[in-house]
């Protein structure tokens, strides 16, 4: 147990990203609900980025990916699930595992649809699955989601020994031991494959077979309604947001590459789709899903309270 807790520990650091745990989804449950403030008609169904999990670790020692999201959304009277697909993978690939979770989370709850909301590389991955399964998304929300790719993606595509050494110990040690700290050691790893499906190349690609949402021209929101499936999205654009975050250094020095008004790894125009809620909200790319352990500028919107507000929207929609 306690070389389980070091590596939960050792790898939130190193990825840089009360409720059971079962492979696959994670769902929060409270016995304090306190509204149904956040009560959308079909369930939310989270989809996380690249090097990411649903859970580090145990319920009681772990680290959530959706750091304190998932809980207020219960206790607010939401239906909320985090799913658990490859950290590292193409986007076809991770899309066709969370139509897998998509259609657990239908059984479970007798819903005939889901809300999907991904963040980063889960924006895209969300969007496979409305693309090929509309019947079952009421809803995609894309927080900086990846829609036309990372210049990041492209630098390390483009570099032979970023995406040929670094690949392989990524591949052979990284996402073993993500697998591993999150309970699950049966997901595929493919370095290559991921950064290629978050580079313009790889985005421009997907988007020619996976178009629902996506803006016609660049920076603008796209439909809020696709093949009947509402579209939204929202990012930050700020990097270094708490001197205490060791995180924010690195993204710090990934902005630089990342293009104007970025989070540290997504350019603001890269991350819209749909009805863009905002595209500058004081955060860098952690912060959007409170992380690492909720630290964010002091003055900067809570995003617990952000995901709470917007599943209020989506209930108002009757989704």
Known sequence: MRSRIFITGLISCLVIQSSFAAEGLQSAETKNVISDYAKTKYPLVFV???????????????????????????????????TQVSPLESTEV?????????????AITGKNKVNLIGHSHGGPTARYVAGVRPDLVSSVTSVAGVNFGSPVADLVQNLPLLNTALAAAVDALVSPIISYAQLRSNLPSDFKASIHSLSAQGAAEFNAKFPLGLPTKACQDGPANANGIAFYSWSGASVLTNPLDPIDYGL????????????????????????????????????EVNQVLGLRNLFAQDPVAVFRQHANRLKGQNL
Request: glycine content about 10%; charged content about 20%; aromatic content about 10%.
């Open 48 to 82: 996380h980025g690249m090097f990411g999990f649903n859970r580090l670790g145990s319920a009681e020692f772990g680290l959530d990916y959706w750091y304190q999201v998932l809980p207020d959304l219960a206790k607010n009277g939401a239906t909320a699930y985090a």
């Open 94 to 106: 991770r899309g066709e595992q969370l139509l897998q979770q998509v259609e657990e989370v239908v």
């Open 252 to 287: 710090t020095l990934t902005s630089i590459l990342s293009g104007k008004n970025n989070d540290g790894l997504v350019p603001a125009c890269s991350s819209h789709l749909g009805t863009v809620i905002r595209d500058d909200y004081v955060w860098n790319h952690l912060d």
